[in-house]
């Protein structure tokens, strides 16, 4: 089949999506129509921004290629990305090529009536054990949850520190012995900071704590793993491509890589960032894991068995931009098992 249009938009977030890390993500939609009549969708990254590199580079870039196979997707990719290389890299291009790749593996998917799963080898999980982030320790729980994300203090002040231990405490109490208990401070921390933090809650025996500085301090994160360990340092979600992720490996920063599949390169160029990951043995755990394109890389992968969740999220239903997103049941996730990503866009919400 042959592209005959590509269209980026960018959705009515009036009501924000709820109980995501923060109040904003700017993520865009990406249509992909080929000439047999299918259609495949794309989320990614970049907003408005974004959706105007979509529309008035990459469609021209994509009109008129075809796309039968895994490969031609690559070489789609390959030639956006030096095509638009000049200006990109990493950030805004990136963020919009992801959604442009996702939207390519759903038309190739829904053309060979077979799951995004399918086209990656088959399944691997059955099912993807889920991780419930927020502060709701009692309600996840019952719900069926063993691994959480807390929210630690933000910054240095001692009583940030001992806020940081005592959810560390409540969470492990909650969830119990066996749970996985991770933290994450979005960039808040420095590096006495996150000394100090390590051994605030090391007797809550936590599985990591993520984001602990930002993308460019790789070489501070590669020096605090000795104060930190056994708590692995994880991360990778503010980084773009095998390329990006080559300098965490070299750097030796990261003890578990957080791609996001939205914003990295998108599923084609999460697999060259996992083959690299394989080679370093690196712990694979993509960053919003839990959502659709993400969930179905995990489940046909080697990445951990592990899929980030916030469960607050489907308590608003009626603002979903994507339908028949799969929820947790029993603390699992299921990728849908139908052709392409398997979810349907709510038009209401462009
Ligand atoms: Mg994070």
Redesign the pocket.
């Known amino acids: 089949m042959k592209i005959i249009d590509v269209k980026a938009a960018y959705p009515k977030w009036t009501n924000l999506p709820t109980g995501v ?1 923060q109040s904003h993500f700017w993520q865009i939609v990406v249509r992909v129509e080929a000439d047999d009549g299918t259609v495949g969708y794309g989320y990614g990254g970049g907003g408005e921004p974004g959706c105007l590199i979509v529309n008035q580079h990459f469609r021209e870039l994509l009109v008129g290629r075809t796309i039968e196979s895994v490969d031609d997707i690559r070489a789609a990719w390959d030639y956006v990305y030096k095509l638009s290389l000049p200006y990109g890299r990493k950030g805004l291009q990136m963020m919009a090529l992801s959604g442009v790749d996702l939207a390519l593996w759903d038309l190739l998917g829904k053309s060979e009536d077979k799951p995004v799963h399918e086209l990656l080898g088959g399944l691997r999980k059955p099912k993807v054990r889920a991780y419930a982030s927020g502060d709701e320790f009692e309600k996840y729980r019952d719900i069926g949850y063993t691994a959480n994300k807390f929210s630690p203090g933000r910054a240095g002040a001692d009583d940030d520190v001992q806020k940081t231990a005592a959810a560390a405490q409540r969470s492990r109490s909650v969830f119990g012995d066996n749970a996985l208990i991770m933290t ?1 401070c ?1 960039m808040a921390w420095d590096f006495e900071t996150t000394k100090q933090m390590a051994e605030a809650v090391r007797e809550f025996d936590l599985y990591w704590f ?2 602990i500085l930002t993308p460019d301090h790789l070489e501070e994160q590669a020096a605090l793993k000795e104060f930190v360990h056994p708590i692995n340092i994880a991360g990778g ?1 503010h980084e773009f491509t095998r390329f990006g992720f080559g300098q965490i490996a070299k750097e030796n920063a990261l003890d578990i890589w ?1 791609p996001d599949l939205t914003w990295c390169g998108g599923i084609t160029e999460a697999l060259r960032i996992l083959d690299i990951a394989n080679t370093q043995k690196i712990p694979v755990v993509p ?1 919003r894991g839990g959502e659709i394109w993400a969930l179905h890389f995990i489940a046909a992968t080697d990445c951990d068995d592990l899929a980030e969740t916030h469960p607050a999220r489907w308590d608003d239903s009626a603002n979903e931009l994507w339908l028949d997103e799969p929820r947790v049941e029993d603390g699992h996730l299921t990728p849908l098992d139908r052709p392409g990503f398997g979810v349907v866009l709510n038009e209401r919400m462009l």
Do not use: K
């Open positions: 890390w994450d979005y993520e984001d979600e957080q960053h």
